[in-house]
C-alpha cells in the first residue's frame, strides 16, 4: 500500500497501554498522521482500519500482562469479534490483503508474536514463538545497542543505533529449530542486539533478555508485520540520550533524523509513500 498523501496511522491506547502519546509524536515527526484511538473501540468495530496505512500497537502493560504478556489482548485479536460479528483476525487479514503495514514496540511486539502476526510462516497466523521472562530475573530498563538486519536492510541499511528497553518478558524464544531456521534464512530477524564492536551479542549486558540469536525485532514473512522490544520512539532528539551531553561534546550528535531512533519512523513512512 503506497500513501499518496502523509500515510495515515491509527495508535492504539487504553487497557494497559502507555506509549501512545511519544509513538503518536514519532510518527508525526516522521510526516505520518497519526491518530490516536481507544484500543476498545477498534476491538468492537467503533474504529475501523480503512483509510489507515499503518497500525501501531505501542509499548505499555495490556490488560496488566495478566496470563503473560500480551495474552488477553493477544486473544481478543485471535478470538474476538466485531460488533457486526467479523472476527478481528479476519479485519487484519483483509487490512495486510491491501498492502497494510502493522508495527508493535514492545508489549506490542508481545502481543504480535502470541496472535501468530510474527513470524507468521507460511500465513496461518499460528503462534510460532513466544517472548519469555528476561533470563536476569528481573525487570531492565536501561539503554542497549542494536544493529539492523535481514529486511530492515532495505529500509534502514546497516545501521547501530542505542535505544531504550524497558521489559521483564523480552527474551525471545522460537517454538523450534526450524523456525528459528527458517526466519534466519528469510531474514525475518531485523533487528540484534549488539555489543560496543557491532557484533551480534548473545549475553548480557549487550543482550538485556537473553534472545535467541540476540533477536531485537521480527518481521513476518510477508514484510509487512513488525515488532522489537526495544523502544525508538523514546529516542526522538539527542538529548533523550543518557549521555547526550558527552556526546554533543564530541561532536558525535549530527542529524537527529538519521542518528536517533526517528530514523526508525522515518523509514517506514518512507515506504508507505513510495520514498524507499
Known amino acids: 500500500m503506497v500513501a499518496a498523501q502523509a500515510p495515515r496511522v491509527l495508535v492504539l491506547r487504553g487497557l494497559g497501554f502507555n506509549c501512545e502519546e511519544e509513538s503518536a509524536a514519532a510518527w508525526q515527526l516522521a510526516g505520518a498522521q497519526a491518530v490516536v484511538v481507544h484500543a476498545g473501540d477498534w476491538l468492537c468495530g467503533k474504529v475501523r482500519l480503512d483509510g489507515f496505512e499503518l497500525l501501531h500497537f505501542p509499548g505499555g502493560f495490556s490488560y496488566g500482562d495478566d496470563l ?136 548480557e549486558p549487550a543482550n538485556p533478555n537473553g534472545a535467541e540469536l540476540a533477536a531485537a525485532g521480527l518481521w513476518s514473512e510477508d514484510g509487512q508485520v513488525f515488532g522489537l522490544m526495544p523502544h525508538p520512539e523514546a529516542y526522538l532528539t539527542f538529548v533523550n540520550h543518557p549521555n547526550w551531553g558527552r556526546r554533543h561534546r564530541s561532536g558525535l550528535d549530527t542529524d537527529a533524523a538519521t542518528q536517533t531512533g ?13 520514498g524507499a
Not at 535505544?163 to 528469510?186: I, M, N, Q, T
Not at 526517528?262 to 513510495?274: D, K, N, P, S, Y
Request: aromatic share 8%; glycine share 16%; charged share 20%.
Open 262 to 274: 526517528l530514523a526508525f519512523f522515518r523509514a517506514w513512512v518512507a515506504q508507505c509513500t513510495g
Open 68 to 203: 503473560g504478556s500480551g495474552q488477553v489482548f493477544a486473544n481478543r485479536i485471535r478470538l474476538g469479534k466485531l460488533d457486526d460479528g467479523t472476527a478481528v483476525l479476519d479485519t487484519l487479514r483483509a487490512f495486510l490483503g491491501r498492502g497494510g503495514r502493522i508495527l508493535g514496540i514492545c508489549n506490542g511486539f508481545q502481543i504480535l508474536v502470541r496472535a501468530g502476526l510474527v513470524p507468521n510462516l507460511g500465513g496461518g497466523f499460528d503462534q510460532q514463538a513466544a517472548l519469555g521472562a528476561n533470563l536476569c530475573g528481573h525487570f531492565v530498563d536501561r539503554w542497549v545497542r542494536c544493529r539492523t538486519a535481514g529486511k530492515s536492510l532495505d529500509m534502514l541499511g546497516d545501521r547501530v543505533l542505542d535505544l531504550p528497553v524497558r521489559h521483564g518478558e523480552g527474551r525471545l524464544v522460537f517454538g523450534s529449530a526450524d523456525v528459528a531456521a527458517a526466519c534466519v534464512a528469510k531474514g525475518l530477524i531485523g533487528l540484534h542486539y549488539v555489543d560496543g564492536d557491532g557484533a551480534a551479542a548473545h549475553a
